[in-house]
């Protein structure tokens, strides 16, 4: 189930704790990262791949310098956590998975779902983009190479 912007604000601050070491309640939607919480770049790097194994997505490093509040991640998080639930169920239900928890956006499409082939790749992103309601050129389908680049590309493209 996706999670609601309350439970994303509250495992996204047991991440920044766990990085800094500060108190969990100081960790609050307005606060930015480096005015408020003096967490310099270094830690936000660590804090966003953290918290994007927690949330099962891959953050695109373009994005990644416009997180300046915790508002802004968790703006960022929300939509993709989401989809990376329903892709995971949806893969799941298509492939016969034993767990949807087995997709995981690091993972390549060959490890998840044993499909390589380019010819079976475009097939599965074509049903992927239908049920998202997603329409993405078939030239972005060879910049998808794991789980996370399809949450993004999701991401970016549903209406």
Not at 20 to 27: F, P, R
Not at 120 to 125: K, S
């Given at each position: 189930?996706?999670?609601?912007?309350?439970?994303?604000?509250?495992?996204?601050?047991?991440?920044?704790?766990?990085?800094?070491?500060?108190a969990?309640s100081?960790?609050?939607?307005?606060?930015?990262?480096?005015?408020?919480?003096?967490?310099?770049?270094?830690a936000?790097?660590?804090i966003v791949?953290?918290a994007d194994a927690?949330?099962?997505?891959?953050?695109?490093?373009?994005?990644?310098?416009s997180?300046?509040?915790?508002?802004?991640?968790?703006?960022?998080?929300?939509?993709?956590?989401?989809?990376s639930?329903?892709?995971?169920?949806?893969l799941?239900?298509e492939?016969s998975?034993?767990?949807?928890?087995?997709?995981?956006?690091e993972?390549s499409?060959?490890?998840?779902?044993?499909?390589?082939?380019?010819?079976?790749l475009?097939?599965?992103?074509?049903?992927?983009f239908?049920?998202?309601?997603?329409?993405?050129?078939p030239?972005?389908?060879a910049?998808?190479?794991?789980?996370g680049?399809?949450?993004?590309?999701?991401?970016?493209?549903?209406k």
């Amino acid at each position: 189930m996706a999670m609601s912007e309350k439970q994303i604000l509250e495992t996204l601050a047991e991440v920044v704790t766990a990085e800094t070491g500060m108190a969990a309640s100081q960790i609050l939607p307005e606060k930015s990262f480096t005015n408020d919480l003096d967490i310099d770049s270094i830690a936000t790097m660590t804090i966003v791949a953290e918290a994007d194994a927690k949330f099962n997505i891959i953050t695109p490093d373009e994005e990644t310098g416009s997180i300046a509040t915790v508002a802004d991640f968790i703006a960022l998080i929300q939509p993709r956590q989401a989809i990376s639930e329903r892709l995971g169920a949806f893969l799941a239900n298509e492939y016969s998975l034993e767990s949807s928890d087995l997709v995981r956006a690091e993972a390549s499409f060959e490890k998840v779902v044993g499909v390589k082939d380019a010819d079976e790749l475009n097939a599965l992103f074509a049903k992927v983009f239908a049920e998202f309601a997603c329409e993405v050129a078939p030239e972005a389908h060879a910049k998808i190479k794991k789980i996370g680049d399809l949450i993004n590309i999701i991401a970016a493209n549903q209406k």
